[in-house]
């Protein structure tokens, strides 16, 4: 045996109406967590780095040497 | 019929909210250029790192003294002659290793115009009758190439491997005496070695700690 229930008219407008509120609130709490996503973005900001290298030691200037010593010349029978 | 014409209404408003709320969304989420945070709608972010490195000019005796040590004459020669990275000539002194010669390096960034000096010549340095003190450059790092020291006028006509006798009227070496007029800073390309060829008499005068001293002097080209 088949029972066949009818809907009323105003059951599917009360449904549809349901529909139209969830589909606002879903709407609405998505843009509502985009702009909080806005807000918590970090600030823009410009970043400028110097860096220089300097070396204050300059060596213009270097000197080198060359030596020797000149032994007396020994005497005849001597080591 | 009154029911249905407001279902279909309300159906409308429905679908174009959902359109509307999917058309926002896509719009907000574009603006997003990435994960990192970055926006792309006109206020772009930029760093920059500026980077100076300044010119050095620092040249270094990494061989700073040839030292022949002690000897005399051996009885009977005229003469002894010594010199950076050869033999002991088995003349009168003791000893047993090459002396090496003094070793210039060109240590900064910068190429730069080499100038040479010394104090002494031929016989304020050794004395005695007909000494010999001569002196010669060569570059040993790729010498094929020649790109150590280059000599444009009006560097002095020295050339590489050629022994100068420094006399009293042979002064080549003096506070203008330019041997380079660019000294390479090149790493594969910036030294100098500076040989000596001593030539004692037997009658030089006996004394201990002779000595001549060379100054390198460089300016930035």
Known sequence: MVIKEEVSNHTVLVLALLVVLVVAGSTWLVLNRLNEVEQTMPGVSVVEKNVETRIDYVSPEMAGSIGLSILPTPQEGQQ | ??????????????????LLGTYSSLQRISG??????????????RGSVNLTISQLVNINFTQDRVNFG???????LAACQLETNTANPSCGWTYTTPRSALTLENQGNANVKLNLSNLNYSQSFIGGTNPGYAWSWNDP????????????????VINEDTFVNISATNEVLNSSSQICSMFNAS??????????RLLIPSDAVAETGKFDTWTATVVAV
């Open chain 2, 1 to 18: 019929m009154n029911v249905q014409k407001t279902l279909v209404i309300v159906l409308l408003i429905t679908m174009s909210l959902s």
């Open chain 2, 32 to 45: 997003l250029k990435s994960l990192t945070g970055a926006w792309e709608n006109g206020t772009t972010t």
């Open chain 2, 70 to 76: 002690a000897g005399f004459v051996t009885p009977g």
């Open chain 2, 141 to 156: 790092e790729n010498d094929a190439l020649q790109n150590t020291c280059a000599r444009a006028a009006p560097v002095n």
């Open chain 2, 187 to 196: 790493d594969s390309n910036d030294v100098i070695n500076i040989s000596f």
